[in-house]
């Protein structure tokens, strides 16, 4: 895709509470070449984890920029939902953040006021690299921000109205490993709570469209990527770096040993 033809990232947050579709990728590793090299390849956004990623604050960091080079917006799984944790990566730049485990609308509203200015929250004022494309106007920053709460266990299943009914929340993201264990599951993606598991996804699509706000959901491959957008999904994230990197080998093994 090339840069002309490519939404400005800028737009990111407005794109997302209008539900539209944007598509995007995982990144787990600290190799800021490698984040660059995919954020230059037409995604919507890429999105560092710095929950299970193997990186630190400096990784996100690093990871913001080389998003920013690549042309994407750039999108962080935080740690936790804590006001540190959420400050920190939007100060890196990030245009939108995604809050593991919420499980309650009051977590949720924890979460939209860690990532807003005074008066509507309590994220302190210190932009440092976001200020360069982020803001730097407080109110201004808090409009070119996106917040998504994960739904990933049984307790936020059960809450999931409430929490997508959040002010200032801008959508729900699925995390469907913890998820289905959370449902009961021996392991992720366990077929045996695959009922209880679809039921899930068609219960948070509805929430999300009963409160107006996007769904968003993390898919293993395009192929389920394709499968969920066409349910309905808006915000929809493909697998990740270290999958396709471990994939792309035992594949390139497998056909030198003449195994494919």
């Known amino acids: 895709m ?109 979460a939209v006021r860690s990532a807003k200015y005074p008066p509507h929250g309590v994220r302190s004022y210190g932009p440092m690299r976001s200020g360069l494309r982020v803001g730097p106007v407080p109110a201004q920053a808090d ?31 699925v995390g469907p490993s913890d998820l289905s264990i959370g449902l009961g599951g021996a392991f992720p993606g366990d077929p045996a709570v695959q009922e209880e598991f679809d039921a899930a996804l068609t219960r948070v699509l509805a929430a999300c469209e009963a409160a107006g706000v996007a769904a968003g959901i993390h898919t293993p491959h395009g192929d389920v990527a394709r499968r969920r957008i066409e349910a309905g999904w808006t915000f929809v994230t493909v697998a990740s770096d270290v999958v396709h990197l471990e994939n792309a080998a035992r594949e390139h093994l497998s056909t030198a040993r003449g195994q494919a």
């Open 2 to 110: 090339q840069a002309a033809d490519r939404p400005d990232p800028a737009d990111f947050a407005r794109r997302v509470r209008a539900r539209e579709l944007v598509v995007g990728y995982w990144i787990t590793l600290d190799a800021p070449f490698a984040t660059e090299r995919v954020a230059r390849l037409g995604y919507d956004y890429v999105a560092i984890d710095a929950q299970h990623g193997l990186l630190g604050h400096s990784g996100v960091l690093h990871g913001m920029l080389a998003v920013d080079c690549g042309g994407s917006a750039g999108v962080v799984r935080v740690a936790a939902n804590d006001p540190t944790a959420i400050g920190h990566a939007l100060d890196a730049g990030a245009r939108g953040i995604v809050v593991p485990l919420v499980n309650t609308a009051a977590e949720a509203a924890a």
């Open 143 to 173: 409009e070119q921000t996106a917040v998504l709460a994960m739904i990933e266990t049984a307790d936020g299943l059960a809450n999931v109205e409430e929490i997508a009914a959040t002010p200032g929340l801008d959508g729900l993201y």
